[in-house]
């Protein structure tokens, strides 16, 4: 009897022990370093949504703008380091493959209606896939091009443009507002124009030579002066003076919403934000006096890439991927994401409901190109803006020669010096 007993004891201590085991396993957890700001509050709320359907852990740390490749540096060497962050170029797959799962055949690449936006690395490996896509552009308020006496057609070339905008900036007190918002150099802003703008330069560059499939050592600055056409229209016909625009402070977004501006030079995510207050908002390409330009359509593509942690644990690798999934397939999630990331190129994700995109596709479907994101190709990208970003600066506060040649300075030999800086 003693002995069944004790048996019977050393079951349950058994059974007991194994469900401790069983219980304390872990079951992975999220944690995904978000690298679009604008997009926090809605993966706030994405995460939250998830947490409470499957229990599963999820944290949402977003970079704040220009600061992403040091804080992922910084939170890579954390214990609990992100299972979910950004490589969205090639100089980022040198730097992060070996931190990246191969996504080749994994759940999420089954998922997707499109390969034009995955990353590989010399190896053939997937390191990262796209989550959005995105153009950039001058956006418009046509019913302020019509107030001024103009129509959208006459903004098809940048002769087309200049006139335009002059004309309004000349007429800005008669007619009740100018004609671009605010061109700031503040971290908050001058992205727009060291990272979007400089693209024509670089895509018109790269399409001479073929079209770069990697970074190039060095750049010719071929098209400088048609970027530096429209860099000078904007800052000079603008409620905002070249001068004040070191600084920031100046909202460009909200001077295109209150009708003070008809023109707004950014992307395909500020379409929620600028068509309630505009409903009829569209968006021209960068016209800078290239030849052919009446062909262009606008700046198409993403830096915006999922990459899985590959040295953090499977547990966390499986469950990031099964958020990954759910992202882009459920009903609720996917349309939150669509309507702040503007498009996913995953099958079963919600539809667009962006003008901008809309505007994009009806480029490409009249037979224009697209000018894809050449400037992805900026070497040591941080370092790289803010030696543009002082000189545009410096220019901005003096416009002459001298002043210039120091920008291009900046754009050609700093990606030189940059290129040798990250291939040492």
């Not at 954390?78 to 055949?105: R, S």
């Not at 190896?123 to 956006?139: A, F, K, Q, T």
């Not at 990272?195 to 073929?210: K, Q």
């Amino acid at each position: 009897m003693k002995k069944a007993l004790s048996l019977l004891l050393i079951a349950i201590l058994c059974v007991g022990l194994f469900a401790g085991c069983a219980g304390g396993e872990k079951e992975g957890r999220v944690y995904w370093l978000n690298f679009k700001p604008e997009s926090d509050e809605v993966l706030q709320e994405v995460a939250k949504m998830y947490t409470e359907e499957t229990g599963v852990e999820v944290k949402v740390l977003t970079a704040a703008s220009g600061t992403y490749n040091q804080t992922l540096l910084a939170e890579m060497d954390k214990a609990e380091a992100p299972t979910l962050f950004v490589i969205g170029n090639q100089n980022a797959v040198k730097e992060w493959k070996d931190y990246a799962l191969d996504l080749k055949d994994s759940a999420i690449a089954k998922e997707l209606n499109t390969d034009a936006y995955n990353m590989y690395d010399a190896d053939g490996n997937l390191v990262s896939i796209g989550y959005c896509y995105e153009c950039y552009g001058i956006i418009v308020n046509p019913t302020l091009i019509e107030k001024a006496g103009y129509k959208m057609d006459d903004l098809k070339n940048f002769e087309g443009l200049k006139k335009v905008a002059e004309d309004i900036h000349k007429r800005a007190k008669e007619l009740g507002f100018d004609a671009f918002s605010a061109s700031d150099m503040d971290d908050s802003s001058s992205w727009r124009f060291t990272g979007h703008m400089a693209n024509l330069e670089y895509y018109y560059e790269s399409r001479d030579a073929g079209g770069w499939k990697e970074c190039p050592a060095e750049i010719k600055g071929t098209y400088m002066e048609n970027f530096k056409n429209l860099y000078d229209l904007c800052i000079n016909n603008s409620m905002t003076p070249a001068k004040e625009l070191a600084t920031g402070g100046h909202d460009a977004q909200n001077q295109f919403k209150t009708g003070k501006a008809a023109f707004y030079v950014n992307g395909s995510w500020e379409y929620s934000a600028v068509s309630e207050a505009v409903p009829n908002a569209t968006m021209i390409p960068y016209y800078a006096g290239v030849e052919g330009e009446e062909k262009a359509g606008l700046n198409c593509g993403t830096e915006n890439y999922w990459a899985i942690n590959s040295k953090v644990s499977e547990a966390d690798q499986k469950a990031t991927m099964d958020f990954m999934v759910w992202c882009v397939t459920n009903e609720k999630a996917s349309r939150k994401l669509v309507d702040t990331f503007g498009v996913m190129p995953y099958k079963s994700a919600a539809e667009s409901t962006n003008g901008f995109l809309a505007a994009a596709n009806k480029y490409s479907a009249d037979g224009c190109y697209v000018m894809d994101w050449a400037t992805n190709y900026q070497p040591n990208v941080d370092e790289y803006r803010k030696a543009l970003v002082s000189a545009l600066n410096a220019y901005n506060a003096d416009q002459t020669e001298a002043n210039w040649a120091k920008v291009k300075t900046a754009f050609v030999d700093g990606w030189a010096y940059q290129y040798k800086q990250i291939n040492k």
